[in-house]
């Protein structure tokens, strides 16, 4: 009984972030794509422009054909096999940025959020050292940064034909560090 309990409120869980992307989405605009739609099994476009801080400064978050084009990349390449890797949900918290929400956000100019090939995801089934480390052994990607590790989530950004795998760790200043993941590991010790 306790073991259906939990599924239940994971399932739940899950329902009301869904619930809560499609709120965090302007209801009467044409984002360029049906948001309720999958791309892939596990992951719906919505999940991609939805923005608490967006809505917040009235950004209407919208991408162009080649950053929904670079957003369906990133799933179909990182986000969905990581998620049949390790047979759990993965939350994404940020996904496409526009300039003017990036820059409300913090971002980098440079971001790869900006281009629509990077997201920050987390999961609160396992530890995050492990998610990171399934990711780093894809096959192909081009970034990877633990934001505000051993809590926070884990950057993962991918763009056609860049394939350099680059390690970084961002500390609570702000300060990225290019590091190994065996110093990462370190930190769970």
Same mark, same amino acid.
């Given at each position: 009984?306790?073991?259906?309990?939990?599924?239940?409120?994971?399932?739940?869980?899950?329902?009301?972030?869904?619930?809560?992307?499609?709120?965090?989405?302007?209801?009467?605009?044409?984002?360029g794509r049906d948001l309720t739609k999958n791309i892939t099994p596990n992951f719906k476009y919505g999940e991609f422009v939805a923005s608490e801080k967006a809505m917040e400064?009235?950004?209407?978050?919208? +991408?162009?054909?080649?950053?929904?084009?670079?957003?369906?990349?990133? =799933?179909? @390449?990182?986000?969905? &096999? $990581?998620?049949?890797? *390790?047979?759990?949900?993965?939350?994404?918290?940020?996904?496409?940025?526009?300039?003017?929400?990036?820059?409300?956000?913090?971002?980098? +100019?440079?971001?790869?959020?900006?281009?629509?090939?990077?997201?920050? =995801?987390? @999961?609160?089934?396992? &530890? $995050?050292?492990?998610? *990171?480390?399934?990711?780093?052994?894809l096959p192909e990607w081009s970034e990877i940064i633990a934001e505000y590790f051993p809590g926070g989530w884990v950057h993962i950004a991918h763009k056609k034909g860049d394939?350099?795998?680059?390690?970084?760790?961002?500390?609570?200043?702000?300060?990225?560090?290019?590091?190994?993941?065996?110093?990462?590991?370190?930190?769970?010790?």
């Open positions: 009984m306790v073991k259906f309990r939990v599924w239940n409120w994971l399932f739940r869980a899950r329902e009301l972030k869904k619930e809560n992307d499609m709120k965090n989405v302007y209801p009467d605009v044409d984002y400064y009235g950004i209407k978050n919208i +991408p162009n054909e080649q950053e929904w084009q670079n957003i369906e990349f990133v =799933v179909k @390449t990182i986000l969905q &096999p $990581l998620r049949d890797k *390790l047979g759990i949900p993965l939350t994404v918290n940020s996904g496409f940025r526009n300039n003017e929400l990036n820059i409300k956000a913090g971002g980098s +100019p440079a971001s790869f959020h900006r281009l629509g090939c990077a997201v920050d =995801v987390d @999961t609160h089934e396992i &530890p $995050l050292v492990k998610l *990171l480390e399934a990711a780093h052994e394939n350099r795998k680059m390690l970084k760790l961002k500390d609570n200043k702000h300060n990225f560090a290019k590091v190994t993941l065996e110093y990462i590991k370190n930190i769970y010790k």
